[in-house]
C-alpha cells in the first residue's frame, strides 16, 4: 500500500505564495509519475502540474510561468512551489502518484487566497 500525506496549505493574500509537500510511502516502484490536482469548490477536480522520476515537468496552462514542481527521489516528496497566487487559485490541492496500474491518492490540502 502507498500513502501520500500533503503539507503547506493555508491562506495567502493575492500575489503571495505557498509551497507544498507531498511525502509518499510504502511500496513505490522507482519510476513514476507525481502529480498535483485542485479542486475549487463546485468545480471539477483538474491537473494541475506532473513531474516524472527522470524530472520532466508539465503544467496546466492556467499556472504555467507561476507554478514551480520538484522533487526528491530520494525522500519520494513532491513539492509545488505556488507564486503570483490568484483567488481564482483558491481550492484543495491534491497529491497523485502513478506508476504501472497503480495510482494513488493524498488527503488534500487546503488553498484559500484572498483578494
Known amino acids: 500500500q502507498v500513502q501520500l500525506v500533503e503539507s503547506g496549505g493555508g491562506l495567502v493574500q493575492a500575489g503571495g505564495s505557498l509551497r507544498l509537500s507531498c511525502a509518499a510511502s510504502?511500496?513505490?516502484?522507482?519510476?513514476?509519475?507525481m502529480k498535483w490536482y485542485r479542486q475549487a469548490p463546485g468545480k471539477q477536480r483538474e491537473w494541475v502540474a506532473g513531474i516524472t522520476s527522470g524530472g520532466s515537468t508539465n503544467y496546466a496552462d492556467s499556472v504555467k510561468g507561476r507554478f514551480t514542481i520538484s522533487r526528491d527521489n530520494a525522500k519520494n516528496t513532491v513539492y509545488l512551489q505556488m507564486n503570483s497566487l490568484k483567488p481564482e487559485d483558491t481550492a484543495v490541492y491534491y497529491c497523485n502518484i502513478v506508476f504501472g496500474i497503480a495510482n494513488f491518492w493524498g488527503q488534500g490540502t487546503q488553498v484559500t487566497v484572498s483578494s
Open positions: 510504502g511500496s513505490i516502484f522507482s519510476t513514476n509519475v
